[in-house]
Structures are given as C-alpha cells and as structure tokens.
C-alpha cells in the first residue's frame, strides 16, 4: 500500500463555476484517482481533458460546458498527486511511467472510445504518448502549449527557468501564481487551483513534475515519446486543432511551432495572442474552434 494523502472533500466546496460531481477509479494500489464525468455516455465524441502543473481539471472549468452544450462527453481526471485525486507523500513515487500507467488504466476502466485528446503542459507531455497504445480509441486531438520530451533535442530556456523556479518553491504558492500569469482570475478562481494542497505535505507529486522531464536520451520516457513522435509524424489518421498562447514563457510559439511540424496534417494553429502558459484560461473559443475542427 502507498502512503498517501487525501485532501478534505470541504476544501472543494463552493469553487466558482465548478459545478461538476466527483467520480473516482480505486486503485489496486488502494490510492483513488478522481475524474469529472459530464455529457452523455453515447456521445459522438468523448474529450479527454488533461492538465498540467500546477493546476488540476478544474483549469477546464470554462471548456467544459461548450463540449457538453454540443452534446458531447467530457473525462477529466487529476493526475495522481493533484487536484481530487489521492497524494503519495514519497517523490520517489512519482514517475514517467507511473503517470502514464494511470491514465490508461483510466481509459480502460470507462472503455472511452471515439476520444478527443486534450493536452497541454505535462498533460501533453505524457497524453501524448496514449494514442499509439490503442490508436483505434481516438478520433481527435486538441494540442495547447506542451511538447514531446524526446531527451534528443536540448530543453528550452524557458522550462529550464521554471524548473529551478519549482525547485526552490517546495511550498509553491500556486494562487499568487496563477493570478500572475492570468490576471483575469479573480480571487477566489485563484484559491480554487490552490484547493487540492492544505500545506507543503500534499505538493510531492507537485514538486516532482519538472524534475521528471526526459533531458537525455536514456531518460525515462524518452524512448516512449520518441515513439510518440514518429507516431504522431507517420501514424496518426485522426484530425487535429493546435491553439496556441502566445504570452507563454516555457512552452510558448518556438516550442509549439516545432511540435506542429511533427503532428500529420495539422492545420494552421490558432494564436491566442493575450493567453499564456495556462491557455484554457482562454478557452471558450478554442473549445468552440475545436467542436467545428475534431
């Protein structure tokens, strides 16, 4: 069994535009994995949200009801360590594999079918690695501000600042930061990323994020997304929407520029040119785009 911690389901009452019901995946390791579960189970589509660090699923609070309002099925877990979803206080827990692991045993468990793939940040990182496992599971595939960690290409500038960023934050404050880099927020949208860590001891699966980043080619992961890469250049048949933020330090326009040459047939990408590193803060539109394209 893996210690871990579960965050007070109170800390997640009354959360601005965070109307959605909990569902939760127990675990064989006893640990529980908490997903958002909205639309009808016989959609035409199922978008598979994935977030990144450090937010949860609530950063799709604002794409949510446009997919649903179309009639289609929305899945967005929380990464282990994240969010609603239980906390191993062991860094050690926490790798490449383990995070990919979850995700598709996830997608087993519900059998999600027809699926739109929605990344951005570490939910492309390693959602991009799901569709060569079962290629017949996907229809589409909305990419924002993330990459493929491949470990043969030098990592950007920016990543690298944030990681000795994230290194020196054990205690990240992370409303101070969300409102600085979407100054639209209002406060209590801020506290509500902050929700899922009461203090310091809940942020391991936080902390371990950026240091896990394949930097080499022997790196775990790299081969895996090295895969994904020729996956997505010779193999992927699905269609495709790439929305950029424009404003983006770390993963910004030269980073996705380079992963659109690298995904079959995508079209031009859509420049959101107020939006940073967290674009579904800007999401309405991109999700509308997405409807019409995938």
């Known amino acids: 069994m893996i210690a871990a911690l579960r965050t007070p389901e109170e800390r997640f009452a009354g959360l601005p535009g965070w109307p959605h019901a909990p569902h939760y995946l127990d675990r064989p390791d006893a640990l529980r ?35 649903t309002a179309a009639g289609h099925r929305v ?15 062991d860094e050690a827990i926490y790798t490449f594999d383990f995070h990919r692991q979850s995700l598709l045993d996830l997608i087993q468990a519900l059998d999600l079918r027809n699926i739109v793939l929605v990344v951005q940040d570490w939910g492309g ?22 990459t493929l960690a491949t470990g043969d290409q030098p990592l950007s500038k920016g990543f690298l600042d944030w990681r000795a960023f994230s290194n020196r934050s054990p205690d990240m404050d992370i409303a101070r930061l969300m409102q600085r880099s979407c100054p639209h927020l209002s406060e209590a949208e801020a506290r509500a990323y902050a929700a ?11 902390r371990r994020f950026p240091n896990l980043v394949p930097d080499q080619p022997d790196a775990e992961g790299a081969a895996l997304s090295r895969q994904a890469r020729d996956f ?9 929407l790439m929305a950029v933020g424009m404003t983006d330090p770390v993963l910004g326009p030269p980073v996705m520029r380079a992963l659109h040459a690298d995904i079959r047939n995508c079209p031009p990408p859509l420049a959101i040119a107020e939006a940073g590193h967290f674009v ?11 409807i019409q394209a995938v």
Not at 55 to 60: R, V
Not at 196 to 206: E, I, N, R, V, W
Not at 232 to 240: E, F, L, M, V, Y
Request: with cysteine; hydrophobic share 40%.
């Open 280 to 290: 579904q803060e800007w999401g309405e539109s991109i999700a509308q785009a997405a």
């Open 75 to 89: 899945v967005a877990p929380d990464f282990l360590g994240f969010g609603r979803s239980d906390k191993p206080t």
């Open 125 to 146: 990182l390693i959602g991009l690695t799901l569709p060569m496992a079962a290629p017949e599971r996907y229809a589409g595939l909305l990419v924002m501000n993330t």
């Open 232 to 240: 997505w250049r010779n193999d992927w048949a699905g269609k495709s």
């Open 196 to 206: 899922p860590f009461p203090d310091a001891s809940y942020k391991a699966g936080l």
């Open 33 to 67: 994995l908490h997903y958002v579960d909205e639309g009808p189970r016989e959609a035409s589509r199922t978008f598979l949200c994935l977030h990144g660090q450090p937010t949860w699923s609530y950063l799709y609070r604002r794409m949510i009801p446009v997919f």
